[in-house]
């Protein structure tokens, strides 16, 4: 069963950790084939059994299928640290969502159950993971930690992002990326969820998301927006009101007259972005609202495995 179908199966449950869980759960059923060392939820890996140790942790299934003897080799300490950031700005608060829609529709939902994906899969690994939230202010720090009660704080946080809608809030990406850069003083694997839509100096922004990379960091940008309504500017060409989320001007427009120039400007942009990215050598990996979970795993496993 894909990713997606675990999803709609689940998609009743409101309980963010439980769903977080069946969509990892869901993923590593599926990797029997993996190239990946070290996703298992319960051990790094294999290593060959040596006469006169103990038979505890002998991988009887593994023997069945191989005649040859593996044990389970555990990891006994923390071997990474993450840090996750989300952009909780009013922007990220799009689409709005009727009431029969699953919550990750939305950017700011969609991001919220990707982090607790994320952190669900950490915790499998025994892994340390962080926190920050920021719109016009820096809403919630932790550093990375991982103990059971540390998880369990995270995702009381990002259950209470869920019910609390920002309104009218702005973003001030450049400012708090600078802030939570100073505040990464170990090694670490930062992953950045936002929508970019940062009004000012670009090459600003761009030097702050370089910041984030001191200290030999590895940074993961995940882009995320609605590719219909924001990439492709889908609407049909009734008389429509759009409404800035962050500072709430207003306009009224017909789409197809500004549907050829908009779409161009936003992919200029978005290719941009990319381009400046790898130039920084910064995992650049854009994605819709929905529920492409898979992307988000298989990057963030493909980017541990070079975060030597």
Not at 47 to 60: F, L, P, Q
Not at 161 to 177: A, C, M, P, Q
Request: glycine letters at 4%.
């Amino acid at each position: 069963m894909n990713i997606e179908s675990q999803i709609e199966k689940i998609s009743s449950f409101k309980h963010l950790e439980l769903l977080a869980n069946q969509v990892v759960e869901g993923f590593i059923s599926g990797m029997h084939k993996s190239p990946f060392h070290g996703f298992s939820a319960e051990f790094a890996e294999h290593k060959v059994y040596n006469v006169g140790e103990s038979t505890k942790h002998i991988d009887w299934k593994l023997f069945a299928k191989t005649d040859r003897l593996y044990t389970k080799r555990y990891e006994e300490e923390t071997n990474l640290r993450c840090h996750l950031i989300i952009d909780n700005s009013s922007s990220m608060h799009y689409p709005k969502l009727k009431s029969d829609q699953p919550f990750y529709e939305s950017k700011i939902g969609f991001s919220v159950l990707a982090a607790a994906v994320l952190m669900n899969l950490l915790k499998k690994q025994r892994d340390a993971v962080g926190l920050s939230l920021y719109a016009d202010t820096y809403e919630y720090y932790a550093p990375e930690k991982g103990s059971d009660r540390h998880h369990r704080m995270l995702l009381n946080q990002l259950e209470n992002i869920l019910e609390n809608r920002h309104e009218n809030k702005s973003t001030d990406t450049i400012t708090f990326l600078h802030q939570i850069a100073e505040k990464m003083h170990r090694r670490a694997m930062i992953i950045l969820f936002t929508d970019m839509f940062q009004p000012g100096n670009e090459e600003a922004l761009f030097n702050a998301l370089q910041h984030l990379k001191h200290d030999k960091h590895k940074v993961v940008l995940f882009h995320v927006i609605d590719n219909k309504t924001e990439l492709n500017f889908d609407f049909d060409n009734a008389p429509r009101k759009f409404i800035d989320l962050e500072s709430g001007d207003e306009v009224n427009i017909f789409a197809d007259n500004v549907k050829e120039v908009y779409e161009k400007q936003a992919q200029q942009y978005f290719k941009k972005l990319e381009q400046t990215c790898v130039q920084n050598k910064i995992k650049y990996v854009p994605v819709s609202v929905g529920a492409n979970f898979e992307k988000i795993l298989t990057t963030y496993l493909v980017e541990k495995q070079s975060f030597g």
